[in-house]
């Protein structure tokens, strides 16, 4: 059972606000609160953003190195749990995996560090098919991408395609910059292309954070007619109903998804008066 | 239940220390170093998340992941990506990972149209095929020692998967923005190798590292210890898991 609503479910399940007592009290929390006393490492109080960041611009290069290797350590004894749970759950989780994969999700994303795919949704391995490219661009003559969607769709039968993008994107901010970046030029040409198409709207946005957000937004919508616009997408829809386009936005500040809540039916209809590649 | 549900509900755990984990992270971005963190090119199959295989988090690792994990020198998307780590966040490495029983490989190996723009990516992996043909055909396509129909778990899919992480690496070490930084910063590049049915990450031995194995590392590294791999090299980086 396929439709536009699953996704969005998931979304809701993920979305749920966190008790901050929770969060605090998450035993695997890598933060320095655990760390030894006896270390000379600051210790930033998580529960305070602007502390935080301001302790950290403090910390000496010798200390971060220090609170990096704590850090690492209990990042690695969460990994050890992950593993060894995953094995007393299920011995054969690995021998699956090698069996081959059936994932639901093609997910595409910013290369950036601070968006994982399958942390953010709780996907798990084997759920979703990945493409990560700076600034989540789909671009009609990227074959790196095309052929992303077309072995998803056509090959894995996903049902669903995320687009995700993310505030305060590096990418994005690059690509308005009034700079030559070399082989950058040609791929962030795409999001001056989105920006020339909302330019009365993004121009009248006077706080320049909020301009910005605003176009990781229409970037994302962008990219969302540009999987729809594959001769893979249509096909495939027009013969299964899936898969369905889903546009989201990531803030890592909140760790919040956003649903753009596209109408799927509606822009394949919009698209295909011009973009039509049913036929095969 | 709707069966895509409980995927979300089972690891809403994960989700929850996901979402700590980032906002402990939060002051490890504030002071952006990105000294720390590795560049991974990997393939896009589901079955390769590579914070979950290293052992990383949120903030630790830049991405990118296409069919196969194929670096060819005149795609703009990888070319974008290795420009704005290497360049611009001036990564300390860069890691290119192949896996076993690798869909793409499997598919360059049946010698078999795929359809619609998947036959020209594959090109430079039948590439591979052609010129290592001899070698490739005395391998066995399945553990069994099948022809091609089963999973592709066998050593000649692998050996394909290996050649093109090699294959890979020297475009990388070709790349002008790559040899510039190995130059003049110590910028290291690793090829590797994830087995799927282990979960073991192996370096292949090649990059940077080429001849004298990865900062002593050899042979199987256990998942998550393979930071260690990552990160144990120059510029005093030693975020040792140990
Ligand atoms: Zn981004
Ligand atoms: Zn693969």
Known sequence: MVNSRVGTRLLQSLIRPIPRTRLLSTPNLPTPRNASSSSSTPTPQPSSQTRHTSTWRDMAENDITKYLRQTH????????????????????FFAKLSAGQNPEYLWIGCSD???????????????????????NLVCNTDLNVMSVIAYAVAHLKVKHIVVCGHYGCGGVKAAMTAKDLGILNPWLRNIRDVYRLHERELDV???ETARYDRLVELNVLEQCRNVIKSASVQQSYAKNKFPIVHGWVFGF?????????????????????????TEN | ???????????????????????????????????????????????CPETTLLGLQ???????????NLVCATDINTAAVIEYAV?????????????????????????????????????????????????????????????????GAGARVRRLVELNVKAGVDVLMANVVVTEAVRERGLQVHGCLFDLASGRVRDLGVGTSAGKGVNGVRGGVVRGKHAELVFRGGGGATMAAR
Request: hydrophobic share 40%; glycine share 10%; net charge negative.
């Open chain 1, 73 to 92: 350590n209990r990042v690695f004894e969460h990994n050890k749990a992950w593993a060894a749970d995953k094995k007393a759950k299920d011995p054969e």
């Open chain 1, 113 to 135: 560090s601070r968006i994982p795919a399958e942390q953010i949704t709780g996907l798990e391995p084997g759920d979703a098919f990945v493409h990560r490219n700076i600034a």
């Open chain 1, 205 to 207: 946005i006077a706080d």
């Open chain 1, 253 to 277: 500040h909140d760790g919040l998804l956003k649903d753009l809540e596209i109408d799927f039916e509606a822009m394949l209809r919009e698209i295909q008066k011009i973009y039509n590649l």
């Open chain 2, 1 to 47: 239940m709707d069966p895509l549900i409980p995927t979300a509900y089972e690891t809403e755990d994960s989700f929850l220390y996901a979402l700590s984990s980032n906002a402990a992270w939060a002051g490890y971005k504030a002071h952006q170093n990105p000294k720390f963190f590795p560049i991974w090119l990997g393939c896009s199959d589901s079955r």
């Open chain 2, 58 to 68: 949120p903030g630790d690792v830049f991405v990118h992941r296409n069919i196969a």
């Open chain 2, 87 to 151: 360049a611009h966040l001036r990564v300390a490495h860069v890691v290119l990972c192949g896996h076993t029983a690798c869909g793409g490989a499997i598919a360059a190996l049946g010698g078999q149209r795929v359809g619609g723009v998947l036959d020209t990516w594959l090109a430079p992996l039948r590439g591979l095929v052609v010129g290592h043909e001899a070698e490739l055909a005395e391998l066995p396509m399945d553990e069994g020692g099948g022809d091609g129909s089963g999973s």
